[in-house]
């Protein structure tokens, strides 16, 4: 008796083909905080579970003072939410942590509420994920006292051999 066979590029449920964009192996340099501090992150997406779900493993890089990199790395798993057209995903990092986020389709990407980063006063976060000609665009947002949010991070990632 055999196991069950892998599945080759299953095509992704309705409710999750939205986020196509992410397939693949797509790398980039970004900014952080006052845009001189440059960050790399990969990224490699792929359907799974037989295109139910979406599976992102990540990597970032923070360049450190003494010469040094402080790597991060995240696997995230994308589903098909319990109401119709809603996601939900789930964040395992390599510290440990479990952190659940509610993904929203956009006309030309996702946004979904983050976590503040480290050091930085404000009330909120998110993360606007915009489709373009060459991979996406990834800028982390925070905040304002007046309710607005501004750009805190941003990077464009690529698609491998772009």
């Known amino acids: 008796m055999s196991g069950p066979q892998p599945e080759r590029h299953a095509p992704p449920a309705p409710q999750i083909a939205v986020l ?4 693949g192996r797509l790398r980039g340099q970004g900014w952080l905080g006052d845009r001189d501090y440059q960050y790399t992150k990969r990224v490699s997406g792929s359907w799974v579970a037989g295109g139910h779900h979406l599976l992102l493993e990540m990597c970032a890089d923070y ?3 003494d010469g040094l990199c402080d790597s991060h790395s995240v696997a995230l798993i994308v589903s098909p939410g ?3 057209g809603s ?3 789930r964040a395992y990092t390599d510290g440990g942590s479990v952190i659940d986020y509610r993904p929203v389709p956009t006309a030309g990407g996702l946004v979904f509420d983050d ?10 976060a998110r993360k606007v994920l915009r489709v373009t000609g060459f991979g996406y665009e990834e800028t982390l947002e925070v905040e304002r006292d007046d309710g607005g949010f501004v750009p805190y991070a941003k990077i464009e990632l690529h698609r491998m051999g772009e």
């Open 20 to 23: 196509g964009f992410l397939i």
């Open 63 to 65: 360049p450190l003072r």
């Open 82 to 84: 319990p109401e119709e």
């Open 87 to 89: 996601l939900v995903s």
């Open 115 to 124: 976590r503040v980063p480290h050091g930085v006063r404000a009330r909120r």
